[in-house]
Structures are given as structure tokens and as C-alpha cells.
């Protein structure tokens, strides 16, 4: 079992529609990434979340500490949102990161 | 937030010839800086951890004399592909973190390297 799993792997959507990935995880953290990587290649650090919840324009970030469990939710999802998103987590005591697989996110005109 | 370049974005060269690649945090100084390599359609695999003046350490299979890590400065840090073969065509990434941004990551956009 992987120590971050994220659902789903694949995810298609009109564009408008609410979005939500979901990362779960099975190590104590200190910090947990959501980043989007486009077809591109680039990586860009979306938030870091040790609490509670982040938001940044249309994106929202929460966690779930003693759940082990964080959401990305994309409102008014818009086909450049079209990316795959992975989830990272730092555990404590340590200065790596694990990675999710990702979810490939396709917003449909 | 912080910024974190790569050059070249991409790179082709013929087989037995080496490339560098340079990772340069461009707005803070990275006390530590992180190289990742990634196969199409999968996640970042870690290769090496080099914090700067000391010598790098490479993760379990991640043969340290074919991936020559520098991290000789707080801006800057190298990864060497020497002797590149076909095999070794990836996409490398790295990512920075340092002074005043505790567990935060910042990443590079990533060199496409072609071995032909």
C-alpha cells in the first residue's frame, strides 16, 4: 500500500463544475503539498497545509490531521485548470517528500 | 512565492556525451535543494538530497558516480549526467527550500533531457 494515495486517477468535467481530489495518507506529517504539474512539465506548489484550510482564487485546500485526509476542491473549474494534480507529504523527522500518483484533470469546453 | 529556475529546459544530446543541468533559487537562499527525475505518466522519483557545501545523498539504486550533484552555493546547485545513454532520457526536476520557508518546496519547471 502506498503511503499517499490519491482518487480518482483520472477525472473528467464540464467546465463550471465543482471539483474535489482527494489525498489520504498513512505517516504522521508535518506538511502536505498540493501541487499541478501541466502538460508541460512544470510543477508549480499550489499550497502547503499542516491545518485546517488554505484558499487561493478558485482553489481550496483543507486537511483532516487526525483523519489523515486532504481535499483539493477547484470552483468554476476552467479547461486551463486541465492539469494533474499531486499530493506530497512530508513526514516528521524527515525532509522528503512522498508523492501521490496523481489525478489527470480534464475540464471539457 | 519563491522562485525557482532551470536551464537548460531542454536538452538533446548524442549517447556517451554529458549534460548539466543547473537549478537556481532566484529570490532566497536554498539551504537545500532537491533532485527528482520522472518517467511519462509517473510521479517524481527522488534521486539525490544536496545541502549546500556538503556532499549530496543519493537514494537507494541512484548511481552517484552517473548523477554529479554540486550544490556549491546557496543559489545554485548542478546535476551532471555524465556518459548519458538513451536510458537516461527524462524529465528532471528540482526543488529548493530554505531560510525562513520551513517545509516549504519550491520547484523548477523541469529539464526535458533526450539521449539520442
Known amino acids: 500500500k502506498n503511503e499517499v494515495e490519491q482518487s480518482p486517477q483520472n477525472l473528467t468535467a464540464q467546465e463550471g463544475e465543482f471539483i474535489t481530489i482527494n489525498c489520504s495518507y498513512s505517516?504522521?506529517?508535518?506538511?502536505l503539498h498540493w501541487l499541478q504539474q501541466h502538460p508541460g512539465g512544470g510543477i508549480v506548489s499550489l499550497f502547503m497545509l499542516s491545518s485546517g484550510k488554505k484558499k487561493h482564487g478558485r482553489l481550496i485546500a483543507t486537511i483532516n490531521i487526525q483523519e489523515k485526509h486532504s481535499s483539493l476542491h477547484i470552483t468554476a473549474s476552467h479547461p486551463r485548470d486541465s492539469a494533474v494534480y499531486i499530493c506530497a507529504v512530508r513526514a516528521r523527522g524527515n525532509e522528503k517528500l512522498t508523492f501521490g500518483t496523481g489525478t489527470r484533470l480534464t475540464i471539457i469546453p | 512565492g519563491a522562485v525557482v529556475s532551470q536551464h537548460p529546459s531542454w536538452v538533446i544530446c548524442k549517447s556517451g556525451t554529458s549534460v548539466k543541468i543547473e537549478c537556481r533559487s532566484l529570490?532566497?537562499?536554498?539551504?537545500?535543494m532537491f533532485w527528482y527525475r520522472q518517467f511519462p505518466k509517473q510521479s517524481l522519483m527522488l534521486m539525490a538530497t544536496?545541502?549546500?557545501?556538503?556532499?549530496?545523498?543519493?537514494e537507494q539504486g541512484v548511481e552517484k558516480d552517473k548523477f554529479l550533484i554540486n550544490h556549491a552555493s546557496l543559489t545554485l546547485s548542478t546535476l551532471t549526467v555524465t556518459s548519458a545513454h538513451p536510458e537516461d532520457s527524462s524529465f528532471y526536476i528540482c526543488s529548493a527550500e530554505g531560510l525562513g520557508a520551513r517545509d516549504e518546496q519550491f520547484f523548477g519547471p523541469g529539464t526535458r533531457l533526450t539521449v539520442l
Open positions: 505517516v504522521g506529517i508535518s506538511a
Open positions: 544536496s545541502n549546500e557545501g556538503s556532499k549530496a545523498t543519493y
Open positions: 529570490d532566497f537562499q536554498a539551504t537545500t
